[in-house]
Every structure is written in C-alpha cells, then in structure tokens.
C-alpha cells in the first residue's frame, strides 16, 4: 500500500525465455476488463522478446479491498499506476492502455512524464464515445448496478460474436464490485482533463481498429492530427477490441513505434 491511501496495483510480470529489448511494455485494461483480454498481445510480445508488466487497476484484483478515503479518478488511478512504477524502480515504460486504461496512460504520461517512454492508445482517443453507449451506461449507473442485457451489448459492441467459452472468459470484468465498476466507469465516460493531452510530451501512438463501433476511425484520425508526435495505425476488420482481434499486428506496429521513437533524437 503507498501513502495518502493511494493503492498500488497488483502487476503480473511475464518475462520473455530470451530477452530481446530492455523496456518493459506496461499493458493497462479498460473498464470491466481485466487481463484476459491482453493474453494473445502478451504472448506475441513475449515472443519478440519484450518483458511485459500486466497491470490490474484499483479495485480490479480479485478479494481486493481499497483503501478508505480512495475516489476512483482518472487521476488518482493514475496516481496509483505511478505509484506501483515507482516501487518497480521508476525507470520510463512503455505505456499500453486500451479504452479506459489509455485515459489512465495519457493522465499519467501528463502528471508523471518521468516514467513514461511512450504512449500506446488502444481503441481509444480523448473524444466522447458514441451517444447511444453513453446513455446506456448512464442507465446503469441511475439504478445502480449493470443489468445482463447491458453486459451483452457491451460484450458485443466490444469484441462482436463470441463463443460462450469465450464470453465467460472475457466478460470475467463484469464480476468487478459495482462499488469499482460505477466510478471507474463514469471515469471513463468524463475522460481526460482538457489540459491532458497537450500536456503530453512522450511519442504517442494510436492503435485502432476500423470497425470500432464506440469511437469512429474519424475521431482517431482527428485526435493524432492535432497534436505534435502523435501517429495513427488503423487495423483492418477490427474493431473496439484490436489488441484481441488482431495482436500480431498490433505488435508489428508497436515494435515499429518503439523501435523509431526510443530514444528520443539527443
């Protein structure tokens, strides 16, 4: 546990048979998920030599109980990330968040630039998300817990048609205490401070499938062109969840990104 009740992550550390590159991508999951969802990327990375840092955010872990006093922000998710960094010797990352979780990276990348080597935005860019999924999600947090059918359509806005073994093994986040997953989720929803991304100075990437039915390729496109340092890698026949459905090609553009953006020109 740090101080201020700011609670460290739980990190699963996968270390490669044979090491091929010296920083660890840092992979950080969106809103009810977990790291399920990270395992094909994971295993292609692991495979090309990259240590890879799993990280669960607050309240994500199984049996964990956070602090009294913790208000689940983007801010202070990020804090705790950092936190978590810091205790695993504070040397820069590469950051990988997926929808969520690339708020958390872009809000930490902003407050602690000494600890992120680039940025990776999976699924995901400081634009709101389609109306229709906002006023669903804001039906749940009215009535205060997510209904079956809402875990359905997200399930399938996310990833489309799933096996039932498949959907049990994925839809594992939605078991998250309600307590966790309403603030994080209006988190999600509110996204980053309007200061944030300006206040970014590591390379940045966007990584996103054309098909993503929660932000349009457009607001991606929009997002990258607006700012210094930012590229876009637009994966064919994915959608919200191209990490999942397309990781080899995800890691061929990592790879690439990392390879050309690290270290910074002297």
């Known amino acids: 546990m740090a101080d201020s009740a700011v609670p460290l992550s739980y990190v699963d550390v996968r270390t490669p048979a044979k090491a091929a590159e010296d920083i660890p991508a840092v992979l950080i999951h969106g809103w009810a998920s977990g790291s399920a969802y990270w395992e094909p990327l994971a295993e292609e990375l692991l495979d090309a030599g990259r240590e890879v840092w799993i990280l669960d955010l607050p309240g994500y ?10 208000e689940w922000t983007l801010e202070s998710a990020a804090a705790s990330v950092a936190a978590t960094l810091n205790r695993m010797g504070g040397t820069p990352v590469h950051l990988v968040g997926h929808s969520l ?13 000494q ?12 634009a ?4 229709g999924f906002r006023s669903m999600l804001q039906s749940q947090w009215d009535q205060g817990f997510l209904d079956a059918g809402t875990r359905a359509r997200c ?3 996310w990833y489309g048609p799933l096996t039932a073994a498949e959907s049990g093994y994925l839809g594992k986040g939605f078991d998250v205490p309600f307590s966790v997953l ?5 988190a999600a929803m509110t996204g980053v401070e ?3 991304p300006g206040r970014v100075r590591a390379p940045l990437l966007v990584i996103a499938g054309t098909g993503d039915r929660v932000r349009s390729i457009e607001q991606m496109a929009a997002f990258v062109s607006a700012g210094p340092r930012r590229q876009l890698k637009a994966v064919r026949d994915a959608g919200h969840s191209v990490h999942w459905e397309q990781p080899q090609e995800c890691v061929t553009a990592l790879h690439e990104f990392w390879r050309t953006s690290w270290p910074p020109p002297a």
């Not at 709101?128 to 109306?131: F, G, K």
């Open 61 to 70: 872990h199984p049996g964990e109980v956070l602090p009294p006093g913790f």
């Open 115 to 126: 600890l992120g080597a680039t940025v990776t935005l999976v699924g995901m860019v400081p």
């Open 128 to 131: 709101p998300p389609n109306e």
């Open 194 to 196: 309007s200061s944030v």
């Open 101 to 113: 979780g690339g708020s958390i990276a872009l809000t930490l990348a902003a407050n602690f630039p």
């Open 155 to 157: 399930m399938d806005a």
């Open 182 to 186: 309403g603030p994080s989720g209006k």
